[in-house]
């Protein structure tokens, strides 16, 4: 498995925890990887998703819920909703991850976590998020041409 992965099935472990426990973000970054060892670069990705998650939270819910219109965020399954937090926050801010592997990403860590049907779900909701960021994209190009 690869260190971003691990990174991120970690993120999605902690996110889980955090909605059902009242404890701050850094505290469950600790307790989680109190007994479990990784590298460095994947603690540190971790934390990053941690951090950013939780920072831009309201934001993140909005884009999902924009183009999930059937489904309130607060009825989709956790692990579905929290995949696609982190999902979201990476295709907003990793610089470094093209988007159809971001996507993929999810995709994967969905199928093994929740399972064929919330893959398919989540691959939707994405897609339309990266369609929708590049067509915005777009059409301020055209505006600014203009």
């Not at 831009?56 to 692990?79: A, F, G, N, T, Y």
Request: hydrophobic share 35%; proline share 1%.
């Amino acid at each position: 498995m690869g260190k971003r992965r691990k990174a991120r099935e970690s993120t999605l472990q902690i996110l889980f925890q955090l909605e059902f426990n009242d404890s701050d973000a850094e505290k469950a970054f600790r307790q989680y990887w109190k007994d479990k060892k990784a590298t460095k670069e994947v603690k540190d990705y971790c934390r990053w998703l941690i951090k950013g998650i939780t920072s831009h939270q309201e934001s993140i819910d909005r884009s999902i819920q924009s183009v999930s219109k059937r489904w309130r965020l607060s009825r989709m399954p956790v692990v579905d909703r929290n995949i696609l937090r982190m999902a979201v926050f990476e295709l907003l801010y990793e610089e470094d991850v093209a988007p159809a592997i971001i996507i993929n990403e999810a995709i994967e860590i969905s199928k093994k976590f929740s399972g064929e049907q919330a893959a398919m779900f989540i691959n939707g909701v994405l897609d339309t998020l990266r369609k929708n960021a590049n067509e915005e994209k777009e059409s301020v190009r055209d505006k600014e041409n203009d």
